[in-house]
C-alpha cells in the first residue's frame, strides 16, 4: 500500500520523507490555505521533494476552466496528478486530461456510483472520503470496500486513495480492505509508530541496562 502524506506543509513532507515513507503527497484548495503559500510555488517545490504523485487541485467548476487549470497545473513537474471534484463537469475534464496522459485524481467521492464513473471515464485514482462520512454517521470504511469489490469485479485500474483518513484505524481497515492509497496528515502517519506496550517495554529494558552497568560503545 502506498502511503501520501495530505498536506501543503513543505517542513512536514521533508521530514517524513527522510524515513522513505512518503510515496505521493495530496493537496486541496484548504490545506493550500492552511499552508500560507502560493499554489504554483509551494506544489512546484514539493514536487522536486517527492517521486510519487503530487496531486494539485483545480479551483475551477466549469469544464473548460478546468482544463485550462488542469493543463497549468500539469506542467508545474511530470509528477503532478490533476486533482478535480466529482462532479458531471469534473468527470468530463477526468476523460479529457485522461485521454491527453494526465495523471488525474478524482476527489470529494461519496458514493460506489460515483467512483464507477470515475473509473469509466480513466480517472488514475479515486479519493473516497472516509472521515467525512463518518461524520454524518455513515460508514466511511464501508465505501472503501465497496469500491474495491466493484473495481475487482471488473478489472478498473484506477486505484482508491482512501482520503479524510482521521485515525490510526482509518489507515490499519484500509490495507485491511485492500485500498491502493491512503493519504493522512503526517500526524495520523507518526502515530502508526506508537503503542503504550513498546514505551512501556522499552522504559523496563533501559532501566534494567542502567543497573547491569555495561555500555556497548
Ligand atoms: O484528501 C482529502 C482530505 O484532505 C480531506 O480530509 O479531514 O478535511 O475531511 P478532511
Redesign the pocket.
Known sequence: MDFFV?TANVDEIRELNQLGVVDGV?T?P??ILKSGRDIIDVTKEICALVDGHV?AEVAATKFDTMIAEGRKLSEIAPNIAVKLPLTWDGLKACHTLSQEGKTVNV?LCFSANQALLAAKVGATYI?P?I??LD?INLDGMDLIADIRTIYDNYGYKTKVLA????SVNHVFDSALIGADVI?A?PSVIKQLAHHPLTDKGLDQFLSDWSQTGQTIL
Open positions: 495530505d495530496t486541496n484548504s490545506l496531486s476527489t479519493s472520503f472521515g467525512r461524520d482520503a479524510s483518513i482521521r493519504t496528515p
